[in-house]
């Protein structure tokens, strides 16, 4: 619950929202008790005193359609705020959360299952909205309109309204608060189960062609549908509980209603209520149930709104892999590196980099080589300051990365990532992630560094070809290449190209590394290679080896 209340201040931002949500949601409520109260004293009435011609229509008649077109509108108005606002606080919150990672939304993704990160920042901050509706929803007006009705019977019929409060009250708190407290672990097992499932997903989407030549697509298929089955059980005992609970809100609405007609009667018998008058108490009661049965759904998903709450709270409490600095420093013009006395480990007891030295003139390139494993993405990535050093400083433009601005050291530097990603969307839209508003004669020239062009241009579409869901339409080294194209393309003075020809065959290596000096001019460039390097393609050949940097002999 703790998790649940730790995220009330998006919530709180959106108050006036919810405030018109909550208005409208009683106006339609009190609407629709009005209009059953009033159509039933209003028939009753129209059918006993018709023979003498003596009753008025056009008052109650005028005001049965006003409700309900009083009542269709406040439902609309109270639907669209409601969930507009309620979509608001689930946007702020998925932004919240990824902005708190920062560059440790990688480092979170790694650390859980694969597919669990996505899940939280989507199903699980989804699973917070029936929070948000309850709190500004259902319970708020059925209270405020069991209180009305519970005054407005006090004042017509006393003894009928003591029923209908304790009716109302039990439909209203008791069977919400059993049916959370018994469903609260089905709702978490539902949330846990919801996530295998993805996580089950994701393996067999991503590894299909593995598992089919391994021959254990069977075996996870066998995995998933078990985890499937368990989450219908789960799902079935929920909507069981959820429909025992409304069926006990009938019984008390019933209840509530015999009530009022047993005390009614007795009236009438005295003269003290008329026969019109009691059929529209009854009606009116019975229609102030409908507040009643909106809280049962809401509070049914209760149990899986805490468990989800719970999951991020714990990936919010991650600590952030690096913390912008308050007062950050203004970046001077020019592409340097200056690295001195580096330490780095991901386990600090293990360190990858041992004190390191490098300096790099700007406008000059430099080929990091080393073995796998031994710390050239590593390196690349402190230069981005995706981590911290434990010890020694990176500086670029003679600053340390760490008094800028992170937003101003990554307009400086690009990175060509080892693993980087084509994302969903055109050719066009992946070359313009990282220089937004670039023309097509930028892109098209990127992409002739890339040696892309030509296969662009054999497309229909050219740039506008949508790519596929991760570039799956694409080979490995055209998909490689049109990240490097992008890589090319931003206006970044400092390149890092991690393997920047991996997944391309040797011809168009070589054409690549020939290209590389003419495509960068100008522009600081740190290579990391396994590959063999041609003569002269950069300026210094290093050595990364037991966490230090070597001169090429
Ligand atoms: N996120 C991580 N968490 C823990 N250890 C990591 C992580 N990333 C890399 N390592 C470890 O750090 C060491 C250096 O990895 P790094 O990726 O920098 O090597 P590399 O020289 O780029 O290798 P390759 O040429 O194979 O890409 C390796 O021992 C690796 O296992």
């Known amino acids: 619950m ?111 299952r694969k597919g669990d990160a996505v899940s939280r920042l989507t199903a699980d901050v989804d699973a917070l909205d029936s929070v948000f509706i309850v709190a500004a929803g259902p319970l708020v007006t059925g209270v405020l309109t069991a209180t009305a009705v519970t005054v407005f019977l006090s004042v017509m019929l006393p003894a009928a309204a003591i029923l209908y409060a304790v009716f109302m009250a039990t439909a209203l708190f008791v069977v919400p608060i059993l049916l959370s407290s018994g469903t609260r672990r089905l709702g978490a097992r539902i949330i846990d189960l919801s996530t295998e499932l993805r996580v089950a997903a994701f393996d067999m989407v991503d590894g299909h062609a593995d598992l089919i030549a391994f021959g254990a697509a069977d075996r996870m298929r066998a995995r998933s549908d078990a985890i499937a089955a368990d989450l219908s059980r789960t799902r079935l005992r929920l909507a069981r509980a959820s429909a025992s609970a409304s069926a006990a809100i009938a019984v008390l609405g019933g209840l509530a209603v015999v009530g009022t007609l047993l005390t009614g009667l007795t009236a009438l018998e005295r003269g003290l209520i008329s026969g019109p008058i009691l059929v529209g108490l009854l009606l009116a009661s019975l229609g102030s149930f409908e507040a009643t049965a909106a809280v049962t759904r809401q509070v049914a998903k209760f149990g899986s709104a805490i468990a989800a709450a719970e999951r991020l709270r714990r990936l ?14 203004a970046l001077p013009a020019g592409g340097s590196i200056s690295i001195e006395g580096l330490t780095f480990g991901y386990d600090p007891r293990r360190p990858v980099l041992r ?110 070809t949508p790519v596929g869901e991760a570039g799956h339409t694409l080979s490995v080294g055209q998909a490689r290449r049109l990240c490097l194209a992008r890589t090319l393309l931003s206006k970044a003075e400092i390149l890092v190209l991690d393997e920047p020809t991996s997944g391309l065959d040797r011809e168009t290596e070589l054409s690549f590394f020939s290209d590389l000096r003419n495509a960068t ?33």
């Open 521 to 553: 001019v100008g522009r600081t460039v740190l290579l990391i290679s396994h590959a063999h390097l041609p003569f002269g393609i950069v300026d210094r050949i290093l050595h990364l080896t037991d966490g230090r940097l070597r001169e090429d002999q």
């Open 316 to 329: 919010a409490e991650t600590p952030p892999v690096v913390v912008d600095t308050l007062h950050p420093a």
């Open 2 to 112: 703790r998790a649940l209340l730790s995220f009330h201040p998006l919530f709180r931002r959106h108050l006036a929202g919810f405030a018109i949500a909550l208005g409208l949601s009683l106006a339609t409520l009190l609407a629709g008790v009005a209009l059953l109260g009033i159509s039933g004293w209003f028939l009753t009435a129209a059918f006993l005193t018709t023979a003498t011609m003596s009753f008025n229509l056009f008052g109650p008649s005028a005001a049965v359609r006003g409700l309900s077109m009083l009542r269709i509108l406040s439902r609309y108005g109270e639907k669209l705020v409601g969930h507009d606002t309620t979509l608001r606080v689930l946007a702020d919150i998925r932004e919240w959360l990824f902005r708190r990672l920062g560059p440790g939304v990688h480092q979170a993704n790694q650390a859980l």
């Open 355 to 464: 004190n390191l030295d490098l300096t790099v003139d700007a406008g000059s390139s430099v080929a990091i080589m080393g073995e796998s494993g031994a710390g050239k993405s590593t390196l690349g990535a402190l230069l981005l300051r995706l981590a911290d050093p434990i010890a020694g400083a990176v500086r670029v433009a003679g600053t340390d990365i760490r008094d800028i601005a992170q937003s101003d050291l990554h307009a400086r530097i690009a990175l060509l990532e080892q693993n980087a990603p084509v994302f969903i969307g055109t050719i066009g839209d992946n070359l313009r992630i990282g220089c937004n508003g670039a023309s097509d004669d930028e892109c098209w020239f990127a992409l002739g560094k890339a040696r892309l062009a030509d296969f662009v241009r054999s497309l229909p579409a050219g740039l506008e």
